[in-house]
């Protein structure tokens, strides 16, 4: 492990300087230092995907840690390295852990950026560059709020410990071995995370969990080959109908899971919840619009979101059977295999999921196979409720002169358990890139006025949660 | 239209010359002839879906039938051009229309063939070519077997009809119209055809019907595109499911389909149909074994060929909808897509049939698309208890010294319905080509041993055939 000590190049006896400037003025006097650094990040490739620069750029971001007068170290996991740095203000302070990743997606296709996007280019106000804002935009302004903190005198009575992930983009494999081994270092009362955008309203969205996500293929095989649909049809049984079949029974006609115990475990909405959704921005109309959608099969705002984030789902991600090209070919399929995603909801366990699907299989169409693919994920979900939540939630709204959207969850999913479940931490999300970050596709880029608020809303949460005892902190 | 007239290039005075001689002494002597005349005709390419030689190859025949002193004529379809020939002997006497086609399968890939698919080449008593056995070494023997016949002075008091397809290969999409608009000239009491090969049991095979077929694609789209399976999971309608649901109606627990009228206008087997099943050669045990299925989904002897020649399918032939690679993709598909073939029996209508499905679909799924892919066949099926069937059997069972196996239908589809259903015509199919002929695979070839034998069950057909009086001829 490489322990990167704090430099003292950029030391200008910051503390005693700058103790009776405001946040704003120290931040306009910082303007460049803070942009050097983030464009020396953003010019470092970091592809996890493709193993390429990742090291380089763990490295990096630990000096930079260092020049910010944070204890950093890379620190090896069962793949790609993760960047952990603390700052220890009093021992019975709250202890914040800040997640966030410094590996990037890769930048293909080349020929589709208006500027290179290893080179960072500011064109009408925005960071053109690869990671701009997913996510080394996003976790350099908890480092240089700290900096900037520190060096007004203002800094938050708080612990700081600081996670940078260097494989998020591809969903974290080795991150929840690596919590486990570390359980006692990582310790703290309260996972606080920037990644993904703010509202396309403008206003800010905080969000307090995601589902989670089992994957499943179900195949049938009856014939050892594909056969003629005319010599062999109604002597030999059809996979795909064997397949239907069995599904059907799944679902009832208004498309309620039957599988028992599929909705075990569901904690449903508080009511604080059920307020919370009813509030967020939503038109069936023009939901349904968008999509193309028959305006019938919209859902009312409180249960679009309660269906999509307190309520498990079993899509259909595939089907796939027989002559798939073309025209007509007469054939008896010999396979069928369906691509099933679960999304789970808080608390539901994967693993008993897998169980309740396999055994339902097993008495209901024993010739069926069920496999898992790819990893699975259990949900997260945490209070909005606690002292600390309206916290954040507090210093969001000061801070953006906004309400902010209160999300209960993501309908999607990210592998936020690792604190949830292991560290038993409540989770928030609070998203400072534009709506408009192109993430993950050529131009990704940050607006400055994002990143600046950025830096201030990490302060102000900072300062907020500083206020508060640790008791104020609590997991679901 | 050309007319080729009778050629006198092999007139020799045959008739009188050869009045004493047996039918198998004068084949002896006739070898040479018939084998290059035969080969001549499979040098000449007659690829109808590469509109390869087809029109040159139907030239060819039509001088073929006139060196064999059968009026012939080149008449044009919608499409590729049907060779005709006519022999009348007597007003009174009953007439045969002969069915085969004079256009191959493409021979590719070449590479694949032993000897040139289109330079006849015998090597261990077989003919390879394309086209040796399917089905222009088939049709010939008829043609030979009037000469030789007539050369002996024992023609057979018939009268003859010859019907050469150019476009069987590609389902013969021409044949109703022509047909349809020949009905006068094609008027006949028995259509025979040979085709295909005979039982592998060495056993000649008599076959008398036809399964139909339908072939329709249902589609299901619900969102204008693809979307993320989290991020609307539960609250954008899955088009996979829609089907999956609309399908698992359409068949009970025991796959009887239960949509309104699937089975109307099935005619059952004749008690004689049913002694006919259970007589075929079956082995429940090697059937599913050589499939690799579990025993227990396979069907006794009487059921299995009820099953397979006596009651329509509802096979769904390809299934597509989502992701369709390895591992996972958590979508949530924009569109499903079932494609369903449905076997028809006697006296079954395709469009009849189209309209139940989709007023079942319109009833049931609303949303999903109905479509119809392809060109519908209705089936067809002769009986076996004629006089003029008995007498078919009898010829064969005597020609081939061995017990016919009596097919009352196969299962798969031919064009048969403008013979049964526009000219009212009994049908049957007596296939001359050895079981391992491998027609529309490389190396295709004829045993000449089935070769010749084929001629003298023509001759033997049209012998027996000539005893009876025009009332034995009678359509199901």
Redesign the interface.
């Known amino acids: 492990m490489a322990i990167c000590r704090p430099s003292n190049r950029h030391n200008m006896g910051i503390g005693e300087m700058h103790e009776e400037m405001s946040l704003d003025s120290y931040l306009k006097s910082q303007e460049q230092r803070y942009l050097d650094l983030y464009f020396r990040l953003l010019r470092q490739p970091s592809v996890s995907a493709q193993r390429l620069g990742v090291e380089e750029c763990a490295r990096l971001l630990c000096d930079t840690m260092g020049e910010l007068k944070i204890n950093g170290e890379v620190l090896p996991t069962t793949g790609l390295p993760v960047v952990y740095g603390e700052l220890q203000v009093h021992p019975a302070a709250p202890t914040l852990l800040i997640y966030g990743h410094y590996d990037v997606q890769p930048p293909e296709p080349y020929e589709a950026w208006v500027s290179p996007p290893f080179e960072p280019t500011v064109r009408d106000g925005r960071v053109y560059a690869r990671g701009s804002a997913d996510n080394k935009g996003q976790l350099l302004p908890h480092l240089f709020a700290v900096d900037a903190l520190r060096a007004i005198g203002a800094l938050p009575r708080l612990n700081y410990k600081f996670l940078f992930d260097g494989e998020e983009e591809m969903g974290s494999p080795s991150l929840p071995a690596f919590v486990q081994a570390n359980r006692e270092r990582l310790k703290a009362d309260q996972l606080y995370c920037s990644d993904g955008p703010y509202d396309p309203s403008g206003r800010p969205t905080i969000l307090f969990g995601v ?1 989670g ?1 089992l ?1 499943l293929e179900l195949e049938c095989e ?4 594909d ?12 996979p ?2 064997t397949l ?2 069995l ?3 799944m ?1 009832d ?1 208004r ?1 309620h899971v039957t599988i028992p115990g599929f909705y075990d475990e569901v904690v449903p909405p508080t009511p604080h919840e059920r307020q919370l959704l009813a509030a967020l921005p939503f038109s069936e109309k023009d ?1 349904t619009a968008s ?4 305006p019938e ?1 919209g ?1 009312e705002a409180q249960d ?1 979101f309660e ?2 984030m307190f ?1 498990p ?1 079993l ?10 090209g073309e ?7 010999s396979k ?1 295999v ?2 099933i ?1 679960i ?1 789970l909801v808080e608390s539901q366990d994967p693993d008993r999921m897998y169980h309740r699907i396999a055994e339902y299989v097993a008495r209901h169409a024993p ?1 069926v196979k069920v496999r898992q ?2 990893g699975a994920v259990p949900p997260a979900r945490s209070s909005s409720e606690t002292p600390a939540a309206q916290a954040i939630i507090r210093a969001v709204r000061d801070t953006w002169k906004a309400e902010p959207v209160i999300t209960p969850s ?4 990210l592998p936020m358990y690792p604190f949830t479940k292991i560290l038993g931490l409540p989770m928030v999300f609070v998203p400072y890139a534009n709506p408009d970050e192109t993430n993950h596709a050529p131009n990704e880029n940050m607006s400055l006025e994002a990143f600046w608020r950025g830096i201030r809303t990490s302060a102000a949460v900072f300062t907020e949660l500083s206020a508060l005892d640790r008791s104020a902190f609590v997991a679901r």
Chains 1, 2 share one sequence.
């Open positions: 589902r996500l994957y009856w014939a050892n080959r056969l003629h649909s005319g010599q062999f049809g109604n002597v030999v049984p059809n795909a109908w239907v079949k599904l059907a029974t679902k006609a498309g939901f999509l193309g959608l028959p099969v859902l679009h269906a999509l309520r789902t899509n259909i991600a595939g089907f796939k059977s027989g002559y798939l025209g007509t070919k007469t054939v008896l399929p069928a369906v691509k995603d999304r010739h693919v790819g993501a309908g999607g999913t």
